[in-house]
């Protein structure tokens, strides 16, 4: 899947990636290839802006945590991103369930 | 543990983001240690000499990463910024135009200050705004003299020229003072 057809799911994805537990941008990246089954096709370096923008928004909040004398900029839903993500997630159920009985319907 | 591949790749990002005018080392500092995590986990699954390219690769050309950083950044559409300066170039030259008006010193001040204006709000294409203020007066000249020699005009575009760069080396310095490390690169 391109990075074309993942525009505008981004967000929501995010924020399911950090629904379980917060994480730094590579663990992101990794929950989404491995959850994904590798059907991303995305650069892992576009997450920042994303997660970037989603802090700005105030749906995430991130910190420097040190681990093995290693520093990562951790990042964890807020208590709006938790909503924002029901909400979204409840969208999506919708419209998958809308674009599934119109395309499943056409075979 | 870092590697020169991953410093050069840094400095690269680093470069590209500058150019795009976004100065903040804590992008760099995250890259990093993505990049770091990405090459050990390869090195872990296959102890591919390669893991280094693999992982950049996977993590997208520095052009690519810094283009989706601007492309979030970018808050004033850059269409609106050409509407305000097309609007702009023509009232100065609208105002040029009366009979009535017989100050060159002040429209050339006109048009500079307002292509600084719009250089600073998109330091990225400069050229565009300066053209979209300075191109009104030598149009609306050759339109009302269609002369060879009315073309001599063109060289007003100068002055919107100097404002719109001067305006975009403003912006690009007030973007590196507020950055927290001006050498952007920070250590992990």
Redesign the interface.
């Known amino acids: 899947m391109t990075a074309e057809t993942l525009k505008g799911h981004l967000d929501l994805l995010l924020l399911a990636a950090l629904e379980a537990r917060p994480a730094?941008?590579?663990a992101i990246?990794?929950a989404l290839r491995t959850r994904s089954g590798d059907a991303f096709d995305l650069?892992?370096?576009?997450l920042?802006?994303?997660l970037?923008?989603l802090e700005r928004a105030a749906l995430l909040s991130s910190r420097w945590s040190e681990q093995n004398g290693?520093?990562?900029?951790v990042y964890q839903l807020t208590a709006k991103g938790r909503r924002s993500l029901a909400k979204r997630q409840g969208e999506w159920t919708a419209f998958a369930q809308a674009v599934n009985a119109v395309v499943g319907g056409s075979r | 543990m870092t590697s020169p591949r991953i410093e050069a790749y840094l400095q690269r990002l680093r470069r590209e983001l500058r150019r795009q005018f976004i100065v903040d080392p804590r992008i760099l500092d995250e890259v990093r240690g993505h990049l770091v995590d990405a090459v050990e986990g390869a090195r872990k699954q296959g102890d591919s000499p390669e893991a280094d390219a693999e992982a950049m690769a996977r993590f997208g050309s520095p052009e690519v990463v810094a283009a989706a950083f601007v492309a979030d950044r970018t808050r004033i559409p850059h269409r609106w910024v050409l509407a305000a300066s097309m609007v702009a170039g023509g009232a100065i030259a609208f105002v040029d135009s009366r009979p009535s008006w017989d100050d060159t010193g002040i429209t050339a001040g006109a048009m500079l200050l307002a292509a600084a204006t719009f250089g600073f709000l998109g330091p990225q294409r400069p050229w565009r705004w300066a053209l979209a203020v300075g191109l009104w007066i030598p149009a609306y000249a050759l339109v009302r003299t269609p002369a060879p020699g009315t073309l001599a005009l063109l060289l007003v575009v100068i002055f919107p020229l100097a404002g719109a760069y001067a305006g975009r080396a403003v912006r690009y310095q007030s973007t590196v003072r507020r950055s927290p490390s001006s050498n952007g690169i920070t250590g992990l």
């Open positions: 730094h941008g590579y990246a990794e650069p892992e370096g576009t920042y802006p994303a970037h923008r290693r520093r990562r900029r």
